[in-house]
């Protein structure tokens, strides 16, 4: 696929290189149109040793194979990164001043553009009014993710990480030529506006919860009863549906992973949190992925200060008997969305089971009869165990289906590609 990696005028055109060399190296031949300011950042012999090909720089080099015109018209896929807030603005208006501009103008293909600035510039009206009107025309602008800017400044503006952005430029590449097709509203034969094919991603328009991570019950001050869940799968599984143009809200217990870009994050820490937080999001949602591992039973009284041991001899009376703590069971939240649903057949609900095998049965025997009972449309199942999917980044899992479909099966395999195939599944039945 022919690709043109536009590069604007900021401090993350550093990061740019690493995308270039995603692309390139999978397989792409990537043409590099930086702007002017750009090249203040990274130099044209960088580009060019990346990417393997002479540097686009301006209009008047090389004018007779018109490259303003070309460079657009021949692309599959348009993906300026960083895009500060003046190439936004002139995207918008429909500026053409350089070469990068041009190419946006005369692109026919999908345009992603991943904004990087200071918060105080992303978040200002004039800004946010640019991007409205660039997504109104099916440009897939990308949220910048928040962290650490120029200097001592945080918030949100950050440059996604290059694998991010090259998550989505994947996903619209393998829409391939039939993306234009599936442009809402273009009549037989009409060549679509710069970028509209960008809302052919399979999940565009559609607004995803996932919930992730594992929950913790706390005890005392110090103690909780939880589990070894890290929220990998979930965030892969939230990453992926961002990347192919869903709106997405992450629901996250105790997870300590880097939020994906253009995912909104609710934080929260026991299942009575996780139930409210998911409970919400759903109301909106088409589709419902519970990756979570929420704890079956919480202790049914907390002591605000710290339980003592009772067997220690520096306290009077003390004994080796150790305390009894009364657990409750814990709302069932997949099974209370699925009832809320009821006969509808929104939101999609899909349900994980983390399964060992016992003496009454193995994991996939206890798997199907959980799906019998919770009624979601998809159930994820892994065995787990030492050594086995907690905090690991591959997986194997099976995706059971309602209707009674074959099971499919998803690695072993990185979280992400299992991610995306779960999608894929997703996608199929929506």
Known sequence: MRVVLGVSGGIAAYKACLLLRLLTESGHDV?????????????????????????????????????????????????????????????????????????????????????????????HAATRANVATLRSRGVHVIEPASGRLTGADTGPGRLPEPEEIFAVCRELLSAGDGAAAAVPGAAEGEVPATGAVASALPLAGRRVVVSAGGTREPIDPVRFLGNRSSGKQGFAIAAVAAARGAEVTLVAANADLPVPAGVSVVPVGTVLELREAVTTAAKEADVVVMAAAPADFRPAHYSGSKI???????????????????????????????????????PFIVGFAAETGDESGSVMDHARAKLERKGCDLLVVNEVGPGKVFGQDDTTVHILQRDGSAPVVAGPAPKEAVAATLWDVIQSRL
């Open 31 to 123: 043409t590099v149109v930086p702007t002017a300011a750009a090249l203040e950042f990274v130099g044209a012999p960088t580009w060019a040793a990346l990417s393997g090909k002479p540097v686009a720089t301006d209009v008047w080099s090389n004018v007779h194979e018109v490259p303003h015109v070309r460079l657009g018209q021949q692309a599959d896929l348009v993906v300026v990164a960083p895009a500060t807030a003046d190439l936004l603005a002139r995207a918008a208006h429909g500026l053409a001043d350089d070469l990068l501009t041009n190419t946006l103008l005369t692109a026919r293909c999908p345009v992603v553009l991943a904004p990087a600035m200071h918060t105080e510039m992303w978040e």
């Open 308 to 346: 003592k041991k009772s067997h220690d001899p520096d306290v009077p009376g003390g004994d080796e008997s150790a305390p009894v703590i009364e657990l409750v069971r814990n709302p069932d939240v997949l099974a209370e969305l699925v009832q809320t649903r009821g006969s509808a057949s929104s």
